[in-house]
Nanobody, 126 residues
Framework: QVDLVESGGGLVQTGASLRLSCGAS????????MGWFRQAPGKEREFVAR????????AYADSVKGRVTMSRSNDKNTVFLQMDNLKPEDTATYYC???????????????????WGRGTQVTVSS
């Protein structure tokens, strides 16, 4: 079991920045990947970013590439999502996820992640 708790969401204006955090506890040593996903009202959950745990390699959705950076703390218990130049279309609930059976080639697919946090709301006003 891996427990995840997100924080850092809020209401900001277009062009602002936010840094989301996700604290992990439990069987964290079993992780293959950590990801951030988001879901806007009436839309499906979509991939935002992920870190492949063994290498630290990152991947990003085209919609956020260049504006978002995913990183992890030195003790590897927290992952971050730095979001800059936020746009109204970034408005969504952001979820942190941990994958223990994730396949690298499918690491942008939410189905490859086993554990999920409850989410943190990000609202960007125009």
């Amino acid at each position: 079991q891996v427990d995840l708790v997100e924080s850092g969401g809020g209401l900001v204006q277009t062009g602002a920045s936010l840094r989301l955090s996700c604290g992990a506890s439990g069987r964290t040593g079993s992780r293959r990947a950590m990801g951030w996903f988001r879901q806007a009202p009436g839309k499906e959950r979509e991939f935002v970013a992920r870190i492949w745990w063994s290498t630290g390699g990152t991947a990003y959705a085209d919609s956020v590439k260049g504006r978002v950076t995913m990183s992890r703390s030195n003790d590897k218990n927290t992952v971050f999502l730095q979001m800059d130049n936020l746009k109204p279309e970034d408005t969504a609930t952001y979820y942190c996820a941990a994958g223990i059976t994730t396949i690298l080639s499918a690491s942008t697919d939410a189905r490859g992640y086993t554990y999920w946090g409850r989410g943190t709301q990000v609202t960007v006003s125009s």
